[in-house]
């Protein structure tokens, strides 16, 4: 960000209509070798003091975490007055909307393109660009890591935690891996998404999460088989029974965009009643995509003159946005892929059926076929279903495992309309 700040200097400062330098700078260690020039900048020991600098016009946030030190910054540079830019997805998820409160009775900013899809410019689009659209569904390939892990998993037929290692050695994973893997990385984005969507309060602790630690070989071969392609999706979508909110892997049909977005690339789709269906997709993590989206972000305010009054950071008034009924993951409705590994014998084949028939589940396709090694002793089956309930389908997978057919834990996959 600084190296993009000093070496488009004269750039920046053709299209902002002023200079913009680096102030100041705080940091957990003064003497780390960052391989940056600070030129002048002053040092803060304390980051908090440098928040509320009178020194500094614009505020910048690249520490991470919900609490503590970025918490704390955040909060006391909008209350000094001071604009804010953050990367900081789990801060906001948390207290996104009390700061924003902050930042509206101050009649400063707070930006936060970085947050969400690393450079892809999704926040002011929908922040922006839409007004008047009302959504629908929003969703997306929102983590960089895990869809670089799937990418190559399915290109290169390696084992998850080979590419683990390389989006991490590649500067894409979270500081704990497992907020990339589980889904919390992308349910944090989310949160925000769905409030700019639907103009509600941001609640993550609420959203259901899978990650794609269980996606194995099979189900990857199987998908393509299908039609398919498997990608972590972050969705929410308004439903009669409420806003739905969920991340996890998903079978998208390969024909779609979406299952063409490949790598650390992340997409972000939403559907509007005026627009149609809109497709974003670009950089999602790493230093130059955030770099991108932070540059953008100070710009932005760089540009603003005093006097101008800033819209509402999500989009509408902070107060004004609302706490919204959540639908319940039971009552999702959609088609399943169901992968099941069975014993090779005898009626097999018709229990499981009727447990799907039981459960009034219809079948798009149902297929059988040897599992590797153990062809002998056990089969695979691989179920799709026609549109049904989450509420259905986890019932009669219940009732199958009962029957004691299974020699292995079934897996169970949504798919998603995508176009
Ligand atoms: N760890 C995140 C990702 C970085 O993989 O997408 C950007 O938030």
Redesign the pocket.
């Known amino acids: 960000m600084v190296r993009v700040i000093t070496g488009k200097a004269a750039e920046l400062t053709r299209q902002c209509g002023r200079e913009l330098a680096v102030a100041a700078v705080s940091a957990r260690d003064r003497n780390k070798d960052r391989g940056i020039d600070f030129g002048n900048a002053n040092w803060f020991d304390d980051p908090v003091e440098m928040a509320k600098s009178a020194d500094i016009d614009v505020f910048v946030e690249l520490i991470g975490g919900d609490e503590g030190a970025a918490h704390a910054c955040v909060k006391a540079a909008l209350e000094a007055g001071r604009h804010v830019v953050t990367?900081n997805?789990a801060l906001l998820a948390k207290h996104g909307v009390s700061l924003a409160e902050i930042a509206e009775k101050k009649g400063v900013l707070l930006n936060y393109e970085?947050?969400?899809?690393?450079g892809i410019p999704v926040i002011k689009t929908m922040r922006e660009a839409m007004a008047g659209n009302s959504v629908t569904r929003v969703f997306g390939i929102?983590?960089?890591?895990?869809?670089?892990i799937l990418t190559r998993m399915e290109a290169e037929g390696l084992s998850f935690d080979a590419c683990l290692e390389d989006?991490q050695r590649l500067g894409?994973?979270?500081a704990d891996?497992t907020?990339?893997i589980e889904g919390h990385?992308t349910a944090h984005?989310l949160s925000i998404l769905t409030s700019l969507a639907f103009g509600t309060k941001i609640a993550a602790d609420d959203i259901y999460m899978e990650g794609i630690s269980n996606i194995s070989q099979a189900d990857i071969r199987a998908a393509g088989e299908l039609g398919y392609r498997i990608k972590l999706l972050g969705v929410a979508q308004k439903t009669e029974s409420g806003i739905e909110q969920r991340v996890h892997p998903t079978m998208v049909p390969t024909a779609s965009v979406i299952a063409q977005v490949h790598g650390?690339t992340?997409a972000v789709a939403i559907e509007t009643d005026i627009l149609g269906e809109l497709l974003l997709s670009g950089p999602?993590?790493?230093g130059n995509?955030?770099a991108s989206a932070v540059v953008g972000d100070i710009a932005d305010i760089a540009k603003s003159r005093p006097g101008f009054q800033h819209g509402p950071v999500f989009g509408r008034p902070a107060r004004e946005l609302r706490p919204y009924k959540k639908a319940r993951m039971r009552s999702h409705e959609g088609g399943y892929f169901i992968r099941l590994t069975v014993h090779d014998r005898v009626g097999v084949f018709a229990a499981v059926a009727k447990r799907m028939a039981d459960n009034e589940i219809s079948l798009e396709s149902i297929v059988q076929h040897a599992a590797g090694q153990e062809a002998d002793a056990q089969k695979t089956v691989i179920l799709v279903t026609h549109e049904t309930t989450e509420a259905a389908v986890r019932k009669a997978v219940e009732g199958i495992t009962k029957d004691g057919h299974l020699t292995d834990k079934p897996q169970v996959i949504r798919i998603e309309r995508a176009g």
């Open positions: 990367a997805k970085a947050a969400v899809a690393g929102l983590n960089g890591t895990c869809n670089y989006a894409y994973a979270e891996p907020f990339d990385d984005k650390v992340n999602g993590a790493g995509a955030t």
